[in-house]
């Protein structure tokens, strides 16, 4: 080591632009993307990014993160849907760039925008049909009611295929 090696990294310290302190504490701010609101204004529940991380908060509690929001989305829009389905009336609004991610994802698989949040839409229904399907329980009224996926379930309980 030099004699004025000191000297110049004190130097070198005070000619570099002050960096902030980064708490061990302090989280960054979350950036809405995605609201639903009731008739009363009331956030119901929302998207944001914090970070890189895309965020799902539903009455006031992060209820999951991914690094994806475009099935978050869907998700709320089927909430959109039920809620209407129900009499109550809500609106869902999104960013920009949730859309600019929407349009890339369509584009990708060669649709529309609107026709792939439908078909991500009609994913969440299937799954809400399939759990009212296993509720009732009597394989015979699932295959009545249910189709394929409830003829499938009712095969693979009984052991072989029901007649029809």
Not at 37 to 47: D, F, K, R, S
Not at 87 to 97: M, Y
């Amino acid at each position: 080591m030099s004699r004025n090696s000191k000297a110049k990294r004190d130097q070198r310290k005070k000619q570099q632009a002050r960096r902030p302190f980064l708490r061990l504490d302090a989280q960054q701010q979350v950036q809405n993307h995605a609201v639903l609101t009731n008739e009363e204004g009331h956030v119901v529940a929302a998207i944001g990014l914090q970070g890189r991380q895309w965020l799902l908060s539903i009455g006031g509690q992060t209820m999951g993160n991914a690094d994806n929001p475009v099935p978050m989305l869907a998700m709320l829009k089927h909430l959109a849907n039920v809620q209407e389905k129900e009499g109550r009336t809500v609106n869902l609004e999104h960013s920009p760039l949730l859309q600019q991610l929407l349009d890339a994802l369509a584009a990708e698989q060669g649709v529309s925008a609107d026709d792939y949040l439908t078909a991500q839409v009609a994913e969440f229904e299937n799954v809400e049909g399939e759990e009212a399907v296993a509720a009732a329980g009597d394989p015979a009224e699932a295959v009545a009611d249910g189709g394929v996926e409830a003829e499938a379930e009712a095969e693979t309980a009984d052991g072989d295929k029901p007649q029809a």
